[in-house]
């Protein structure tokens, strides 16, 4: 059995600001994707500037930031909302949800298709292997903070979480979607993307295996107390929402490669 080690929230204070490991990791995250983005368009014939990447990350910072906190306090958090609108704005308590990030960066990429004039599912593609390292660095900002802990486990690497939990071993299932949902999930779009696809299948491949990795944890990570199992004693928001992003994931794949199919039977 581990115990978690109980990081101090707070990574370093200037007077009377306190930077919070949270927020480091977002900012790490947005890095990590602009360094990428920038690679990405920096390669012959990427039909991208570095200067247009620059102005991406800001539209996905704001994205993710706002759709996440939105997203988390509609899925979530809606009963704390309706009693207290306020709370949406105390970010420095945590609550993001990806879903909900996810859905602001898809408005957010309207708004920047329409700027610079390229196709919707274009900056999709070029976007999607440059979103799993934050999903990684998110994740470890969960478990530094002690949330978003799993179920109880007899496993020899269950961990206690007595500050946020309680004295019973857990899964620590913040470090599960850090490997899943960030390393797996970078590894499988990068070297996917790295070879010319057809329209959208990117797209598909980051949908899809997200959800299924998404889908999978939530065997293992403990529900929100205030909202539970919501079907058949085990399912959770996390796969309800989840399920879109797999059927959405099949279907910009079958669209892809359907119209690669009947363009090189019509170029025939």
Same mark, same amino acid.
């Given at each position: ?10 990574? &370093?204070?200037? %007077?009377? =600001?306190?930077? +919070?490991?949270?927020? /480091?990791?977002?900012?790490?995250? #947005? ?111 969960? &478990?530094?903070? %002690?949330? =978003?802990?799993? +179920?109880?486990?007899? /496993?020899?690497?269950?961990?206690? #979480? ?107």
């Amino acid at each position: 059995m581990l115990v978690h080690p109980d990081f101090d929230p707070v990574a &370093f204070s200037l %007077g009377p =600001l306190h930077v +919070r490991w949270y927020g /480091l990791m977002y900012l790490l995250g #947005f890095l990590a994707g602009w360094a990428l983005g920038r690679y990405r368009a920096r390669k012959p014939d990427s039909g991208w500037t570095t200067a247009q990447v620059d102005d991406l990350v800001f539209y996905i910072a704001m994205g993710v930031i706002l759709g996440g906190r939105i997203g988390y306090i509609l899925f979530y958090s809606l009963s704390s909302f309706l009693d207290n609108p306020l709370v949406l704005f105390r970010v420095w308590e945590g609550g993001m949800s990806f879903h909900g990030g996810f859905i602001g960066v898809l408005l957010a990429m309207l708004l920047f298709a329409r700027k610079y004039q390229h196709r919707f599912w274009e900056a999709m593609d070029f976007i999607a292997p440059l979103i799993a390292p934050g999903i990684l660095f998110g994740r470890i900002g969960n &478990f530094i903070n %002690g949330e =978003l802990w799993g +179920r109880v486990t007899d /496993l020899s690497w269950g961990m206690v #979480f007595p500050r946020t939990a309680d004295q019973l071993p857990r899964h620590p299932s913040q470090l599960y979607e850090a490997a899943l949902e960030g390393v797996a999930l970078f590894l499988i779009v990068w070297l996917f993307s790295s070879k010319p696809r057809p329209t959208m299948a990117v797209s598909g491949v980051f949908a899809l295996s997200y959800g299924i990795f998404r889908f999978l944890v939530e065997f293992f990570r403990q529900p929100d107390v205030h909202l539970g199992y919501l079907a058949f004693g085990w399912v959770t928001m996390g796969q309800l929402l989840s399920l879109p992003l797999i059927m959405v994931g099949v279907l910009l794949l079958k669209l892809a490669y359907r119209r690669t199919t009947i363009r090189a039977g019509s170029a025939s």
